[in-house]
T-cell receptor, first 112, second 112 residues
Framework: QKEVEQNSGPLSVPEGAIASLNCTYS??????FFWYRQYSGKSPELIMS????GDKEDGRFTAQLNKASQYVSLLIRDSQPSDSATYLC????????????FGAGTRLTVKP | DGGITQSPKYLFRKEGQNVTLSCEQN?????MYWYRQDPGQGLRLIYY???????QKGDIAEGYSVSREKKESFPLTVTSAQKNPTAFYLC???????????FGSGTQLSVL
């Protein structure tokens, strides 16, 4: 079982729709959760972090965390073509604060 | 502007050759990291360093070496022992106690 799992996609949504990206993790003691956006050939860029159960909103982005079910999700409202990228879920290792575990990423395409 | 600079952007390695990837940061961050990214896979940790003159192996350290002689610099050497070096290499840094990673622009390493 992979430590951090994401659907690889591609996920395709029309412009203006809500994109929903999901991530599950295996380490029940994980404390910190992150979503990174990575454009093709570029480096990852942090867009959201969440540390406690519930929702966290930042502009068009909402991160949702459910530790009991071991999943974290990212919702992108009013999706734009510029949101087309690969979204990486990252989970901070319980055993080593310096070790971030990444999922393989979900490729999102927003069609005009 | 503060940031992380990786060079070169593209690098080619011949059979049996060692190559060194450069990573320099002027963010005054203590912790620095090297990740490897293969197509369709998440980032995997090669090495990390929390302070000068100290570094720790990550999950896939075999065939790689690092040094941390200065706070600003964390070069990665891909040795001839690394039989499958073709990948996108990302350097990152973070502040102490913070888990947010700042990434460089990456180096694409290929084998001739």
């Amino acid at each position: 079982q992979k430590e951090v799992e994401q659907n690889s996609g591609p996920l395709s949504v029309p412009e203006g729709a809500i994109a929903s990206l999901n991530c599950t993790y295996s380490d029940r003691g994980s404390q910190s959760f992150f979503w990174y956006r990575q454009y093709s050939g570029k480096s990852p860029e942090l867009i959201m972090s969440i540390y406690s159960n519930g929702d966290k909103e930042d502009g068009r982005f909402t991160a949702q965390l459910n530790k009991a079910s071991q999943y974290v999700s990212l919702l992108i409202r009013d999706s734009q073509p510029s949101d087309s990228a690969t979204y990486l879920c990252a989970v901070n290792s319980l055993y080593n604060n310096n070790d971030m575990r990444f999922g393989a990423g979900t490729r999102l395409t927003v069609k005009p | 502007d503060g940031g992380i600079t990786q060079s070169p952007k593209y690098l080619f390695r011949k059979e049996g050759q060692n190559v060194t990837l450069s990573c320099e940061q002027n963010l005054n961050h203590d912790a620095m990291y090297w990740y490897r990214q293969d197509p369709g896979q998440g980032l995997r940790l090669i090495y990390y360093s929390q302070i000068v003159n100290d570094f720790q192996k990550g999950d896939i350290a075999e065939g790689y070496s690092v040094s941390r002689e200065k706070k600003e610099s964390f070069p990665l050497t891909v040795t001839s022992a690394q039989k499958n070096p073709t990948a996108f290499y990302l350097c990152a840094s973070s502040m102490p106690g913070q888990r947010k990673l700042f990434f460089g622009s990456g180096t694409q390493l290929s084998v001739l």
